[in-house]
C-alpha cells in the first residue's frame, strides 16, 4: 500500500523557518518526481514545486522560490520542504504528492497543518 | 502561467443523477504528444486526495466507470453519472503540461 506521511507542522511565528518531511513507502520512491502543494483555509489548492527523482532538478511556484526550498533523501525515501522567512499567507495545509510518467499526482500524504500567527 | 477556472464552486444533485464539472485552460492543454495534461481530483473529508482522471479522459485504476473525464484543447468536464451519496466531495482539475503546474478554484458537489 502506498503512503506518504507528512510531519513538522504546527504553530510558527511570522519570520521564523520551518521545515516538513514526508516519508513514503510502498513504491519505489526513487523512481517518481516529487511536488508539494498546499491547500489554504479557504481550500485553494497552490502548486509550491516538485524535485526530479534523483534530486538534481527542482521547480518552483515563481512566487514561492525565494523562500522555499525543496529536497529528498533517496536512501531515506523522504522528501523535505524548507520554508523560511514564513508569512501569515503560508498558513496552508501542505501535502506532499508523486508524479509517475504520466505526469499527474497520482498519490497524496493526509496533508499536515502550518499556521503562521504571532 | 497557465490559468484553470471551474465556474462553479458548488453544484447540488440529488443521488442518481448526472452531473458535470467544468475546467477552461488560459491556453491549449495539448502537448506534442498528442495528450493533454489535465488531470482531475478528489478530495473527501477525512481521505486522501484521490486522482480521478488523467490525460483528460484516462481513469485511474479503481476509479467506478460513472466517472468520466472529457474535453479537448482548453474546455475540459468531470462527468459523474448516477451521482452516489460518497461522490460528496472536491472536485480539481490540474494541468500539468507547463510549470508552475495550477489547479482550478475547485467545485463542491453537494447534496440537494
Known amino acids: 500500500e502506498v503512503q506518504l506521511v507528512e510531519s513538522g507542522g504546527g504553530l510558527v511565528q511570522p519570520g521564523a523557518s520551518l521545515k516538513l518531511s514526508c516519508v513514503a513507502s510502498?513504491?519505489?520512491?526513487?523512481?517518481?518526481?516529487m511536488s508539494w502543494v498546499r491547500q489554504t483555509p479557504g481550500k485553494t489548492m497552490e502548486w509550491i514545486g516538485d524535485?526530479?527523482?534523483?534530486?538534481?532538478?527542482?521547480n518552483y511556484a515563481p512566487s514561492l522560490k525565494n523562500r522555499f526550498t525543496i529536497s529528498r533523501d533517496n536512501a531515506k525515501s523522504t522528501l523535505y520542504l524548507q520554508m523560511s522567512n514564513v508569512r501569515s499567507e503560508d498558513t496552508a495545509t501542505y501535502y506532499c504528492?508523486?508524479?509517475?510518467?504520466?505526469?499527474?499526482?497520482?498519490?497524496w500524504g493526509q496533508g499536515v497543518m502550518v499556521t503562521v500567527s504571532s | 502561467q497557465i490559468t484553470l477556472t471551474q465556474q462553479a464552486e458548488s453544484l447540488w444533485v440529488s443521488p442518481g443523477e448526472k452531473v458535470s464539472i467544468t475546467c477552461r485552460a488560459s491556453q491549449s492543454l495539448l502537448y506534442t504528444d498528442g495528450k493533454h495534461y489535465l488531470s482531475w481530483y478528489q478530495q473527501r473529508p477525512g481521505q486522501t486526495t484521490k486522482a480521478l482522471i488523467y490525460?483528460?479522459?484516462i481513469r485511474t485504476d479503481g476509479v467506478p466507470t460513472r466517472f468520466i473525464g472529457s474535453g479537448s484543447g482548453t474546455e475540459f468536464t468531470l462527468s459523474i453519472e448516477d451521482v452516489q451519496p460518497e461522490d460528496i466531495a472536491l472536485y480539481y482539475c490540474l494541468q500539468t503540461l507547463k510549470k508552475p503546474s495550477t489547479f482550478g478554484g475547485g467545485t463542491k458537489l453537494e447534496l440537494k
Open positions: 504528492t508523486s508524479s509517475g510518467k504520466y505526469r499527474f499526482f497520482d498519490y
Open positions: 490525460h483528460a479522459s
Open positions: 524535485i526530479k527523482y534523483d534530486g538534481s532538478y527542482t
Open positions: 510502498g513504491f519505489t520512491f526513487s523512481d517518481y518526481w
